[in-house]
């Protein structure tokens, strides 16, 4: 079956319209008992406890993703299957816990045959649900609704704008309460070892830097053709000036320094290179994380960034063309 460029795209655009209105309604609908939620999930995370999170069909989809979102700020979370739980794996489950239990309706029958077991473990109830009426919602401590007037689907059968709300509101939950916490990069790094995003977020300046031979470094009062040769040696696009005793940063001459110094005139190469240094460039602590060394090349908009020791002297030189080789931007 071929299918209709104008048609399809029409169609598209329409199912993403009605999610987009289905997170407009939930964001909009967001009030005290979001609040008392975000409370309530502090609370069993500073007491130790873990969350419970549970669903049917692709509602269980979506409350694994949620679980591994909450995991991801460590805030202690896992998925209970709603069948598996009345065969044994309540064993999962301690008195203080906090559950958190997805269904649309409200009705489905495992989550409702699920709810009494896990009151009589001592586990609290939060109900995710677009059904303000339902069993689930009035039965349980706390209530997160997502507001969906319809579902993307022609049929009206298959979930859509109602996962998309209830994943929205489980993200929302997570980030208020990691912002809240203060979070660093730091942190969400010790979650994030592996893969691409770990290896990113656990670089060091240090680890990206050019140092040894490719760090061209001198005192201030060298000429500027010594400066330049130095750079020349280094592979360097810039040099970093110190003070002669102290061995402390003063300043950096670049590419674009030099040429400019060619502009005062003849006998600019024997000049002292304190004359066309820029002082006080921007610096970065070489134990830095390597992303905080991207914020500051896109905040001062610089080529290099000097990487200097707890004494300010320069140990080496963060070139921004090296970051994309880095897989760092």
Do not use: W
């Not at 999962?92 to 473990?121: H, Y």
């Not at 969400?188 to 050019?210: K, S």
């Not at 080529?303 to 080496?316: C, E, H, N, Y």
């Amino acid at each position: 079956m071929a299918l209709n460029p104008k048609t399809t795209l029409a169609r598209a655009r329409a199912c993403i319209a009605i999610e987009t209105e289905a997170l407009r309604d939930t964001a909009r609908g967001l009030g005290p008992e979001f609040v008392a939620t975000a409370r309530a999930v502090e609370a069993a995370r500073a007491a130790g406890r873990k969350l419970i999170l549970s669903g049917v069909g692709k509602s269980a989809q979506i409350a694994q993703k949620i679980a591994a979102t909450f995991n991801s700020t460590g805030v202690s979370s896992c998925f209970l299957d709603s069948t598996q739980a009345l065969h044994g794996d309540l064993g999962l489950c301690d008195e203080g816990d906090l559950a958190i239990l997805l269904s649309n309706s409200g009705q489905s029958d495992e989550i409702l045959r699920l709810m009494p077991m896990l009151k009589r473990l001592g586990l609290k109830i939060v109900a995710f649900t677009g059904n303000p009426d339902s069993d689930l919602a009035r039965n349980s401590d706390y209530q997160l609704l997502f507001r969906v007037r319809r579902e993307a689907c022609p049929l009206q059968l298959a979930p859509t704008a109602s996962t998309t709300a209830a994943l929205a509101l489980g993200d929302a939950l997570a980030m208020v309460l990691l912002e809240d916490r203060g979070l660093t990069r730091d942190d969400f790094a010790r979650y994030h070892p592996a893969g691409n995003l770990g290896r990113v977020l656990l670089l060091r300046v240090r680890d990206i830097m050019r140092a040894g031979d490719r760090l061209a470094v001198a005192p201030d009062t060298i000429t500027t053709q010594e400066a330049i040769l130095a750079m020349t040696r280094a592979k360097s696009g810039c040099i970093a000036l110190v003070n002669r005793r102290t061995g402390r940063l003063t300043g950096i001459l670049t590419d674009g320094d030099f040429r400019r110094s060619a502009l005062t005139g003849p006998g600019f190469m024997e000049r002292p290179v304190a004359e066309f240094m820029t002082r006080k460039p921007k610096t970065v602590p070489e134990g830095a994380l390597s992303v905080d060394a991207l914020r500051l090349f896109e905040q001062h908009k610089v080529d290099d960034l000097i990487a200097v020791d707890s004494r300010g002297r320069p140990v080496g030189i963060v070139d921004g063309q090296d970051l994309p080789k880095l897989k760092i931007v």
